[in-house]
């Protein structure tokens, strides 16, 4: 299995490197490496201490954030290097102040494994939610370096468990402590003889509630919202996005909507706008004091500003749930407003919990995003009840930053 494993990764370099004269994306991959090392070694040569946080992308990120900003404030003394594998993470949190330098993961092959260790020559390794890369984490594990696997969530479709599991679950063995979200993950390792697992939650719900209680004024929005409910859709895609604007044409409202779609480019909001009559719509960077009140749609153009948008929100809407997975809910959901989202959540332990409880809730068409949308618009009472569901939800969950950095340093 290791053999296939190395094939694998050398085979995803080659795939990469091919595609990056075509794809961005990929581009990116391949130019964000290069002098990687060097430059590496450049920045660090210097640190005495050192503590590494490893993050896939920019989801991963806002888990691994409140156990970076905390670890900070309880020892500012140790450096903090902060890795992406995705260039998504990377390209918007390249110049991260809470961390002292921020940079790529190679590929993981031996050699790049023990140049990473020697290099970084960490005291601790945090690795968040789901990243498993057998040699760099076999080198430290070697080097009797601890890592920590935080806001870990498993299930039974996961290779760990298959009958060829054995050789995926020999790189659990290399974490000293495994934080878990939920008790069905603990007991699901156990099952398989993972015993260094403690249920601390999910540290995302931690950053929310920060976010949220500490989350700047936007005086255009106010001026933009007036007396009229306001829709928040966040992190939309094109199918998202077309049933809105088919549910906003038909509607006639006399509510007001902001979009904040994923896609921030030029080409992307232009296609937003066309589809609105003249007059109706707002570019954020474009936009004056003056014309605030006059719009119905309010185009956020820029990132860095949806989870404070969601305060001003009576609902909300999260993209992603048409694509290949949900945006993040619990960004909403802290603020006490209802959560519509998409058919594609299953995944997400969050959406199903509100679902459940009331405060999230999942459509699959036009059909069931309507009543649903007048529901909640028509009778505001309604939308403050499961609201405050949303936020009871949020509210219960924070404290696993607190666990985790009791555990360690007990």
């Given at each position: 299995m290791r053999l296939i494993y190395y094939l694998a990764m050398n085979a995803y370099r080659l795939m990469v490197w091919l595609a990056s004269p075509f794809n961005g994306k990929a581009r990116l991959f391949v130019t964000g490496r290069k002098g990687l090392f060097r430059d590496l070694e450049d920045a660090t040569a210097h640190w005495q201490r050192v503590v590494w946080f490893h993050c896939a992308s920019l989801g991963e990120f806002e888990q691994g954030r409140p156990l970076m900003e905390a670890f900070r404030e309880r020892h500012p003394e140790v450096k903090i290097l902060l890795t992406f594998f995705s260039p998504s993470g990377y390209q918007v949190r390249k110049n991260y102040q809470g961390a002292d330098y921020v940079t790529y993961l190679p590929i993981d092959t031996p050699a790049h494994a023990r140049r990473m260790a020697a290099v970084v020559r960490p005291e601790q390794a945090f690795f968040i939610k789901y990243e498993y890369w057998y040699y760099l984490l076999h080198e430290l594990h070697r080097r009797n370096i601890p890592i920590y696997l935080v806001s870990a969530i498993f299930n039974k479709e996961q290779a760990f468990f298959k009958w060829y599991g054995g050789w995926f679950r020999r790189m659990l063995s290399f974490y000293l402590k495994i934080f878990v979200q939920d008790d069905a993950s603990r007991h699901l390792l156990n099952d398989y003889h993972i015993h260094h697992v403690s249920v601390s939650g999910d540290t995302r719900f931690d950053r929310v509630k920060k976010i949220a209680q500490s989350s700047p004024s936007l005086p255009f929005i106010d001026r933009f919202k007036g007396d009229a409910p306001l829709v928040v859709a966040g992190s939309t895609w094109p199918p998202d996005e077309q049933l809105l604007i088919s549910y906003f044409k038909e509607s006639k409202p006399s509510f007001k909507m902001v979009f904040a779609p994923h896609e921030v480019n030029r080409q992307n909001i232009e296609r937003i706008v066309s589809h609105f009559p003249d007059g109706e719509t707002?570019?954020?960077?474009?936009?004056?004091?003056?014309?605030?009140?006059?719009?119905?749609?309010?185009?956020?153009?820029?990132?860095?500003?949806?989870?404070?948008?969601?305060?001003?929100?009576?609902?909300?809407?999260?993209?992603?749930?048409?694509?290949?997975?949900?945006?993040?809910?619990?960004?909403?959901?802290?603020?006490?407003?209802?959560?519509?989202?998409?058919?594609?959540?299953?995944k997400f332990k969050e959406a199903m919990d509100l679902k459940t409880r009331g405060g999230g809730f999942a459509i699959h068409d036009y059909k069931e995003l309507k009543p649903l949308m007048d529901d909640f618009i028509t009778h505001p009472g309604q939308a403050q009840a499961a609201g405050e569901i949303a936020r009871s939800y949020v509210d219960a969950r924070a404290g696993a930053t607190h666990h985790i950095l009791s555990e360690i340093f007990s």
């Open positions: 707002l570019v954020w960077s474009e936009a004056s004091g003056e014309e605030a009140g006059q719009a119905r749609v309010l185009i956020i153009d820029t990132i860095g500003m949806l989870s404070s948008l969601y305060g001003y929100g009576q609902l909300a809407y999260v993209g992603g749930g048409f694509g290949k997975g949900l945006h993040n809910i619990l960004e909403a959901a802290t603020y006490g407003i209802p959560v519509i989202f998409g058919p594609n959540h299953g």
